[in-house]
């Protein structure tokens, strides 16, 4: 699942976090310098300045230090500056300071999810939904770890939670119509998709992901309708351009798969596979230094992927 997880909405949300987290800590007075000090770091993540945030929060920390909103800030800036275990030490007393702070156990759960912990992450994540129960972004980690432990149903059941909480929420649709294309439910996984488009139509992820699921039910011309779109968006998309070869490779139109495939590596060179069926089409049109050629890219590229032989002249 990797450990990077800052550049998504789903794992960031930190203005949202910074901004609008409730906390339970003791009462603060408005114009006392601890909350002065708060504020005064979080105009600074907003111009996302963390060096002089940090510095806000901690001198707040400092004044009063069993005020649990700056330990949480504090925390939340050192997890974007990947100081981790100073991040954990800022939620740990977070959450002693006041059990009710949602975004702190999620967070938490970020920093398992983040270093392979699972457990710990699923125990979190559920920490966070039972101080808020419409914490989208709870939901949708916690359907990702699922989805790692290959546990289908409860990732599904998740990313349910999270379109009933955020119905615009199109990556959340996107993600639980790629878990019913995984448990062969094709026919609802297109529902999700064709409703992220109804609430989205210019993002072409989606047009890719259901073009891949019409594709997967034999509706070619469907397909490439969509791909079409998806290449409308955005022209340079090799993944679309790779897949719109497959469907006419189905067809049986294999120049037209060749043009497909041809644009898809010059977007992206080392796109093995479609060396490889690039290499497969030359062979079947009876182009053996064009296949020897493809053929041989694919070896550089990833010596595991098994190549056909070329057949005898």
Request: net charge neutral; glycine share 8%.
């Amino acid at each position: 699942m990797g450990s990077c997880f800052k550049k998504s909405w789903f794992l960031l949300g930190i203005l949202a976090a910074l901004v609008n987290c409730a906390t339970g800590s003791r009462e603060i007075p408005p114009g006392s310098p601890a909350r002065y000090h708060t504020n005064m770091g979080l105009s600074f993540v907003q111009q996302e300045n963390n060096q002089r945030a940090m510095a806000e929060f901690q001198k707040a920390i400092q004044i009063e230090p069993r005020y649990a909103e700056p330990h949480f800030h504090l925390g939340v800036v050192y997890w974007q500056m990947g100081l981790v275990n100073a991040a954990m030490i800022e939620f740990e007393k977070t959450v002693d300071l006041d059990p009710r702070n949602a975004e702190a156990y999620y967070y938490m759960a970020l920093i398992y999810h983040g270093r392979g912990g699972f457990d710990e992450a699923i125990a979190f994540y559920r920490q966070a939904i039972s101080r808020d129960p419409d914490h989208a972004r709870a939901y949708f980690n916690l359907a990702v770890v699922y989805e790692g432990r290959g546990d289908l149903g409860k990732a599904g059941s998740a990313l349910t939670r999270v379109i009933e909480i955020n119905p615009a929420f199109v990556e959340g649709r996107d993600r639980l119509g790629m878990i019913l294309e995984k448990r062969g439910r094709f026919d609802d996984a297109i529902v999700q998709y064709e409703t992220s488009i109804e609430r989205d139509p210019n993002r072409a992820e989606t047009y890719n992901l259901l073009g891949r699921a019409y594709y997967r039910t034999e509706r070619y011309g469907d397909a490439l309708s969509v791909w079409e779109r998806a290449l409308e968006i955005r022209p340079a998309y090799p993944e679309v351009l790779f897949n719109v070869g497959l469907a006419h490779m189905k067809r049986g139109e294999l120049n037209a798969a060749i043009g497909a495939f041809k644009r898809s590596v010059e977007l992206k060179p080392n796109f093995a596979l479609a060396h490889l069926n690039l290499g497969r089409l030359y062979a079947m049109k009876n182009m053996r230094e064009e296949a020897a050629r493809e053929f041989n890219l694919v070896r550089q590229i990833d010596p595991r992927i098994e190549i056909p032989a070329l057949p005898e002249p």
